[in-house]
T-cell receptor
Framework: AQSVAQPEDQVNVAEGNPLTVKCTYS??????LFWYVQYPNRGLQFLLK??????LVKGSYGFEAEFNKSQTSFHLKKPSALVSDSALYFC????????????FGTGTRLLVSP | EAQVTQNPRYLITVTGKKLTVTCSQN?????MSWYRQDPGLGLRQIYY???????DKGDVPEGYKVSRKEKRNFPLILESPSPNQTSLYFC????????????????FGPGTRLTVL
């Protein structure tokens, strides 16, 4: 069965420091991977995706994610955190064999302190 | 503006009183989906639709119904709501990929917070 794990419920980082939000996945076939962000009282917004190609994917608001096939990971990163990055982040994954739904992780709350 | 709209945004109801949450998208997307978000559980898929008149169960379909009579609309129906359906509900849409890989980038509605007493 497909699954996505976000091992940290919360990540705390000081403004200006680099941030990493972790995600590992288990799917059949090659993975389709996504990161979404949810701000308070809002729906989810797309940040970035990996379908194929370069392992380092760049997305919105200066975020990037690195696809690591051997470790089945897709960690979200940003070189310099902003207070406005504080939000709930969801990783999602699906596989490309047959029809596969997208499975979401449980979410990681990012808190960036001034 | 490309968007997914949901109505109502907030709803408080009582056990057993049928309700419908509407979802509409203006992007001509084939794929639409309903999710519920609960603390500690993330997003779980309730139902999805690959196209008009094509719907299927997600991971937590019990107690819900859907229909897809038009491409733009995908209502979620709770025929007899119960307190365990108290949750935050999201509708999403995306370009379809047929019966193959998972949906591409999804566009989410603003959410409907449902409380069943």
């Amino acid at each position: 069965a497909q699954s996505v794990a976000q091992p940290e419920d919360q990540v705390n980082v000081a403004e200006g420091n680099p941030l990493t939000v972790k995600c590992t996945y288990s799917v059949s076939g090659n993975p389709y991977l996504f990161w979404y962000v949810q701000y308070p009282n809002r729906g989810l917004q797309f940040l970035l995706k990996y379908i194929t190609g370069d392992n380092l994917v760049k997305g919105s608001y200066g975020f990037e994610a690195e696809f690591n096939k051997s470790q089945t990971s897709f960690h979200l990163k940003k070189p310099s955190a902003l207070v406005s990055d504080s939000a709930l982040y969801f990783c999602a994954a699906g596989g490309n064999t047959g029809f596969q739904k997208l499975v979401f992780g449980t979410g990681t709350r990012l808190l960036v302190s001034p | 503006e490309a968007q997914v709209t949901q109505n109502p945004r907030y709803l408080i109801t009582v056990t057993g009183k049928k309700l419908t949450v509407t979802c509409s998208q203006n992007m001509n997307h084939e794929y639409m989906s309903w999710y519920r978000q609960d603390p500690g559980l993330g997003l779980r898929q309730i139902y999805y639709s690959m196209n008009v008149e094509v719907t299927d169960k997600g991971d937590v379909p019990e107690g819900y119904k859907v229909s897809r009579k038009e491409k733009r609309n995908f209502p979620l129906i709770l025929e007899s709501p119960s307190p365990n359906q108290t949750s935050l509900y999201f509708c999403a849409s995306s370009v379809g990929r047929g019966s193959g890989p998972p949906p591409d980038t999804q566009y989410f509605g603003p959410g409907t917070r449902l409380t069943v007493l």
